[in-house]
Each structure stands twice: as C-alpha cells, then as structure tokens.
C-alpha cells in the first residue's frame, strides 16, 4: 500500500543540522500517522519522533527535544525530521514508518523505509 524512501543523511559535526526527508508512494498517506526511528550499532531501534495524520499532535524521545523537529505535507506525500545541534549520540541509520493507529511502538507500525545513516563527528 505505502512505500517509503528516506533521504537527507550524511556525515555532519556536532552542533551541525540536518534535516531528513521521507517520500511516500500512492494517494493514502494523509490516512497514517508517521514515525521516525533510529538504530545504532549494537542498539535496539527506538523511536525519535511521530506526529499524527494530520500534524495537529507529536511527540519525541525526551533526549531530542527542543533539538529535534517532525513535520509532514501531505500534499507532498512527504515526512521530515529537522536535526538540530546534532551530537555523537545521534549517530544511528533513521527510518521513517508509517502507522494505521497513534503509537511509540515500532510493531504498530506497517510500512518502513531503507533508512539513511546519520553520522556526527565530535
């Protein structure tokens, strides 16, 4: 039904932004609500971010607040995350995900992108 395809990562220093983007296929992305994730080496995958189907309510990891940002178009069919003074603990590959209920859970959550890795150097 969705397909989704991360892009924006890179390698950046601390105290650099970032911001990354997720393009979804077909007409019923307005219908999810989106998740941002991230998984580092040796890490369980967590949740950094999701806002609703219609970006009226969000929520984030508590270490990325102020720091961190979500958003949505859906005229654009088009999540992002807005990474600000990013630091080492960033570093993870970040998936978005798109999910039929509201959770923080990744198993509510159907359809994933690829990921794009996140790199910050001190």
């Known amino acids: 039904q969705v397909q989704l395809v991360e892009s924006g990562g890179g390698l950046v220093q601390a105290g650099d932004s970032l911001r990354l983007s997720c393009a979804a296929s077909?007409?019923?992305?307005?219908?999810?609500?989106m998740g941002w994730f991230r998984q580092a080496p040796g890490q369980d995958r967590e949740i950094v971010g999701g806002?609703?189907?219609?970006?009226?309510?969000?929520m984030y990891k508590e270490s990325v607040k102020g720091r961190f940002t979500i958003s949505r178009d859906n005229a654009k069919n088009t999540v992002y995350l807005q990474m600000n003074n990013l630091i080492p603990e960033d570093t993870a590959v970040y998936y978005c995900?798109?999910?039929?209920?509201?959770?923080?859970?990744?198993?509510?959550?159907?359809?994933w992108g690829q990921g794009t890795q996140v790199t910050v150097s001190s």
């Open positions: 995900a798109a999910s039929s209920t509201w959770s923080k859970e990744d198993y509510d959550y159907d359809y």
């Open positions: 806002i609703s189907w219609n970006g009226m309510t969000k």
């Open positions: 077909g007409r019923t992305f307005g219908s999810y609500a």
